[in-house]
């Protein structure tokens, strides 16, 4: 058994003896030399000190813990506590509840020790002021798990640590705290400093506006990551400035004449069709249409995703997003064109009467508007609860070692891409699927709906195909997974669940500290009654997305999770609308995906 540290009014040597912290740590010259570079912020390495002062404050101290049998023995005590699996969009670990509520001895003696000896320490050596309150859980990160980029900027913490509870390891076997730099912006962008969990080793850091960080994903099938981490509060801060509002690219309709029947099943050009996604479309939010694209066409679409001429750009801001777009210039001539289509009057028109919102421009009040990504998608890649894309990405472009490319199969049946003719009055419409055969047909440029009558087999059949696959895209069951908060207005407020028991609303149920609670303005409740936006997504390649993953649209102030969780399936068209509180998210692909596989999506704006 251990005491607990001693009394106050005790003399300064003999708490020193009875401590549990290391004699190195104790030391009024390892103090001195600590306080030194932090104060003036320079780097620092020595035997049992390691200090980074750009892009923040960072140090590390090794051999913490004094006593390697209280090492064990509070690891004991640990190791009989029950931890909770915590998910959402942000994180995937272990957790047990504050160490406060536990009454074990070792961990009654290291919790006082953060919260007495240790405070005195951090103020002396930061000269933070601090007060004795202290949050402090352990937390567990199998293989798999992880903590995405994000600042813990949160209310009146001050400092955040980590002590690391694992033997021996290493680089190979993930989840290392890294440090993000930020840009002019005050965005954060690249990994800068990687710091591997060393065993009974405490790293800090001053809680800013800049200090972003994650935890990696853990790699390792055999050990896992185990901690002691939290904060040291004090006096709160002035509220860091909001981010700065990162702009859409945004794309009017072009008035195209675009032929829309050489690319889309012309059963989805019937009126009765329509009538049927639309009423889809105004029950339940979304439509999932199957094999909306000619079969051919989608083959030799998905063929050319795999080109090597495609340049690929990494996007960000990190604790938004981390995924690849294409560069439009780069595609070849067939894709190049497909995403056009997208942005044409014609498909403008389609989608109004596929869902009657304001698509179409009238010249006065109807300005509608798109957004547009095609996306490649591999491990590491995610989104966070915050739709709101940039226009070119702040995070640095990262190419692809050629040995990590896919491979390219020059032997996949094709056909040869012939731009499709424009529409005008009396113009000859190619069928690819009647061979070279034309057919003449007058038709005004946005007038794309056909009789009923035409191709009612057709017709049949793709109603049947509506029917069946709406399962794909459905409300989620009610889960213990509880989405995370955030708003694109401030990218930096996020708060995880507290556990049930917890009465300190202040102490955090997350691992390894993470940002602020969500706050809702009395703008969030307009938001509701603002116009809302159409996403359009298509997938490609799906044979490469884990099992189980899903684009999942969530509403931040309901606590059951996803309200729509959409499947990715080949040449299959998804429609789902949603008002601006909902917002889309593409969990984190850990590192077992192999391959890539790519999404295109499109966001209508009615005005």
Known sequence: MYPNIMADDEPRAKKSRTSILSDHVLSEKFQDIFHKHWSNQMNFEGSNMQMYAEPFRVAKISNFIANEEFMEEFKTELS?????????????????????????DCLVTLHHTFSTEMVAWMERVTNIELNSTISMTSSCYYDGDYLLCHDDNMGDRRIAFVLYLTRDWTKEDGGTLDIFDTDEKGLPRNIVHSIIPEYNSLVFFEVSDCSYHQVAEVTSAEFSRWTINGWFHGPKRVTHP????????????????????????????????????????????YAYLAQFFKEKIYAQLSKELLSSSI?????????????????????????????????????????????ELDLVPDGENMKPKMTVELQRWSKGCYTLICDKPTEDGVAEEQGVPDDQKPNINTNTDSYDYVKPPKQNNDVHITDESKGDKNIEKTQEPCDI??????????????????????????????????????????????????NPDSEDSEVSDIGDYLSGSSKYSEDDEKSVTEPGTLDVIMHFHTSNVPDGETIDYVDPKEPDGALIHVTPEDNHLCLVYKVLSTCRFQKYINHYCEGYFYNLICTYYEK
């Open 80 to 104: 009989d506590i029950l931890t909770k699996r915590i998910h959402n969009d942000l994180y995937q670990f272990e957790q047990t509840n504050d160490l406060v509520n536990f009454g074990s």
């Open 242 to 285: 909001p981010r700065p509002e990162i702009p859409y690219e945004f794309i009017e309709p072009i008035d195209s004449d675009e032929n829309l029947k050489y690319w889309i099943m012309e059963s989805y050009l019937c009126a009765g069709i329509g009538e049927g996604i639309r009423s889809d479309v105004e029950r339940q939010s």
């Open 311 to 355: 340049k690929w750009k990494r996007v960000g801001p990190p604790n938004l997003r981390n995924y690849e777009i294409a560069e439009e210039t780069s595609l070849p001539d067939m894709l190049k064109d497909f995403l056009n289509i997208f942005k044409t009057l014609q498909f403008f028109t389609l989608l109004k009467k596929y869902t």
């Open 449 to 498: 709906w056909t009789s009923n009558n035409d191709n009612n087999d057709e017709d049949k059949v793709l109603r049947s195909i509506l029917k069946d696959k709406k399962p794909k895209v459905n409300k989620k069951p009610d889960e213990s997974e509880e989405a995370s908060c955030s708003k694109s207005e401030d990218y930096s407020t996020r708060s995880p669940p507290l």
